[in-house]
């Protein structure tokens, strides 16, 4: 069943954080292993408006129900970094805009790279663009989502919990609307199914790759999907991709934690 614009219309909004205590966080502190991983989503989740900048330069501006969704995806995601942000500072350390400032500022080259990245692959695309920006950002909102749960399981503390539960049921409205959008819009074009799976196989990395140094990078993936039940929710998310339109057998996720086990074997 396709989920349309109106029904995630009416259903987004600012993240409602009544009841949630932040000053448990001072009492009972978040073992080191979550904090950078908090850290980590702090820095991806206030960069969602670099990527609807880079978005806004492509076919998916000329789509009205895109840009509605967009409009309210980007929101919604401010939102989940100020709460994170909020238990970073619970625990005495930057968040919000001197960290996202600093952020930006390291990156300030590599961003327009990446700006230009994204210019010339959807010149490439053409309207299957559209198609190929679902489909991305179904993956990601996927393993964010994921993420989120199991850092909710190996962190253990029960107001990270509720907060990490919250922010998961709205990426959940963000996972109807991009899986909805990419299986309708994969299913009407064979030459979007190519082009989303070449793009896939060659140029998708785990979500913040493009922002966060590779040491960080490797660290999320390890602390959140390596082992077996890590190893199993990796595998879910790729079973999820398997179901797209001519996307099969990609196994984006298990590539990158198999990947990631291998060099550290290796080092």
Not at 93 to 100: K, L, S, T
Not at 154 to 180: N, V
Request: charged letters at 25%.
């Amino acid at each position: 069943m396709r989920t349309t614009i109106d029904s995630y219309r009416h259903r987004a909004g600012r993240l409602n954080l009544e009841g949630i205590n932040f000053d448990d966080f001072k009492d009972q502190p978040l073992p080191g292993a979550a904090l950078r991983t908090l850290r980590y989503m702090h820095d991806v989740e206030h960069h969602t408006v670099c990527y609807l900048r880079d978005l806004l330069l492509t076919p998916a501006h000329q789509d009205p129900e895109i840009t509605s969704f967009l409009s309210c995806w980007v929101f919604e995601e401010m939102w989940h970094g100020q709460a994170i942000g909020q238990v970073l500072e619970a625990h005495g350390e930057a968040a919000g805009a001197p960290r996202i400032a600093a952020l930006r500022e390291r990156h300030q080259r590599k961003e327009a790279v990446t700006t230009l990245s994204t210019i010339a692959s959807a010149a490439f695309a053409g309207r299957a663009f559209i198609a190929l920006h679902m489909t991305w950002g179904a993956i990601n909102e996927w393993t964010t989502q994921a993420g989120y749960g199991r850092l909710s399981e190996r962190a253990g503390h029960p107001t990270l919990r509720e907060l990490l539960g919250r922010i998961m049921k709205q990426e959940g409205g963000h996972i109807d609307f991009y899986a909805s959008e990419a299986g309708r819009r994969l299913s009407e074009s064979p030459r979007a199914q190519k082009l989303t799976r070449f793009f896939l196989s060659h140029t998708w990395r785990p979500v913040g790759s493009g922002v966060m140094p590779k040491k960080e990078v490797d660290f999320l993936v390890d602390y959140l999907f390596d082992g077996p039940e890590g190893q199993a929710v990796a595998e879910r998310i790729d079973r999820r991709v398997d179901r797209l339109p001519g996307q099969g057998d990609l196994h984006l996720l298990t590539t990158a934690v198999t990947k990631l086990s291998a060099q550290r074997a290796a080092a």
